[in-house]
């Protein structure tokens, strides 16, 4: 799967098109990943349907803006404390 994350990114900068790479840095699903794009699709799963949620939200909006160094961010989820989310963000 980490050859399909990568291929995914570089066919987006290839085409021009910017992509932000949220990863969970803590807790039961540490390490998972999701892509999302400014045209809101996304490909990945951090392991709470709401994360990916809140996360792609806050990931569009950010790539809207342009371009942002990588950054982590805590996402509070009911249930399940904090989780922390690296970004990073790839512009062609």
């Known amino acids: 799967m980490a050859e399909d994350f990568e291929s995914l990114i570089e066919t987006s900068l290839r085409r021009g098109e910017p992509v932000a790479q949220a990863t969970v840095l803590s ?3 540490a390490g998972r990943r ?12 951090l392991g709470w349907p709401r994360l990916n949620q809140r996360v792609a939200l806050y990931a569009e909006q950010l790539l809207e803006r ?9 996402f509070e989820l009911p249930g399940a404390g904090q989780v922390d989310v690296r970004l990073e963000f790839h512009q062609p």
Not at 67 to 74: D, L, N, Y
Request: no cysteine; proline share 8%.
């Open 27 to 29: 807790g039961p699903t």
């Open 66 to 74: 342009g371009a942002r160094p990588a950054a982590a961010k805590k």
């Open 34 to 45: 999701l892509l999302v794009w400014a045209a809101g699709h996304t490909f990945g799963d």
